[in-house]
């Protein structure tokens, strides 16, 4: 299979910083794939994001997405069709006051028949769970509900790739679930690539993949049964891991020994049932 997007050995510095915010990154993005993007503040997760769709672009190296350069010009607008991005605060992608109009503002600036545009907003708004408040505010939503509209936003582009820059950040508990199971269900049920930026390591942990980046570069690579167990290093990056997985890894510490992959609490408690009930 090939990559839908290809970072190329990509260096990329803010104004005159002596110390590059991206250093030296090769990275390959498979169609259909869920990555998550982990790492300290600081630790270029961000700047990556934003190289995926041209918002910023390498100062040396390339970054290919179905093979176009995201530095020619005239390939900025097919690849922004194709790479959509959700950031922080929905407040900021919300620009209309009735939901429906808000998710057809992409796709009428694209140009697109208002039939069409009709289509899309129908069919993106069911995909996130939101058709039923089509009428409604958008500034009477829940934050949830917002950044659940911001995705429906992006959708209505048609993008083979969805990037969300910490999208539940701002969000309580109840909106971080709803946005993620929305994330996860257009990835699993609709084969839409998405690369999410996240501090949250529940959130992390339901990825295919998790990227581990420190000061600009790129220092692990694997599922999250491959990387969570190093749990350590996480540590030394000032980054936490799945509750279950740091409450195996302080009872392997403590003599037990349970298999140090466990991401969840159901996992845990049948791994250490099973050891009590022996």
């Not at 993005?29 to 190289?51: D, E, Q, R, W």
């Amino acid at each position: 299979m090939e990559p839908i997007i290809q970072i190329q050995n990509i260096t990329f510095a803010y104004g005159d910083a002596a110390v590059p915010a991206l250093d030296s990154v090769t990275l390959d993005i498979y169609p259909g794939s869920f990555v998550t993007v982990l790492g300290s503040n600081g630790s270029g997760k961000s700047t990556l994001a934003k190289h995926l769709n041209a918002i910023l672009l390498p100062k040396s190296g390339k970054v290919l997405v179905k093979g176009m350069d995201t530095a020619q010009e005239e390939n900025l607008i097919p690849i922004r069709r194709r790479v959509g991005m959700v950031f922080q605060n929905p407040d900021n992608q919300i620009v209309a006051n009735v939901v429906e109009d808000d998710v057809a503002f992409a796709p009428e600036n694209l140009g697109v028949e208002p039939g069409e545009i009709r289509r899309r907003v129908d069919e993106s708004l069911r995909a996130v769970g939101m058709y039923d408040f089509r009428m409604h505010a958008p500034h009477l939503l829940s934050g949830g509900q917002k950044q659940r509209i911001a995705i429906a936003g992006v959708l209505a582009m048609q993008p083979e790739v969805l990037v969300l820059d910490e999208p539940t950040a701002m969000l309580d508990p109840r909106g971080r679930r709803e946005v993620m199971d929305t994330v996860e269900a257009l990835c699993r049920e609709q084969g839409i690539t998405v690369v999410l930026i996240t501090h949250h390591m529940d959130e992390a942990a339901r990825a295919d993949r998790v990227i581990l980046m420190n000061r600009g570069k790129l220092v692990r690579d694997g599922t999250p049964r491959e990387v969570f167990p190093h749990v350590e290093e996480l540590r030394a990056l000032s980054l936490a891991v799945p509750d279950a997985t740091e409450l195996v890894h302080q009872l392997n510490a403590a003599g037990m020994d349970l298999p140090a992959d466990i991401l969840t609490a159901a996992e845990c408690a049948e791994v250490i049932g099973g050891v009590l009930c022996r």
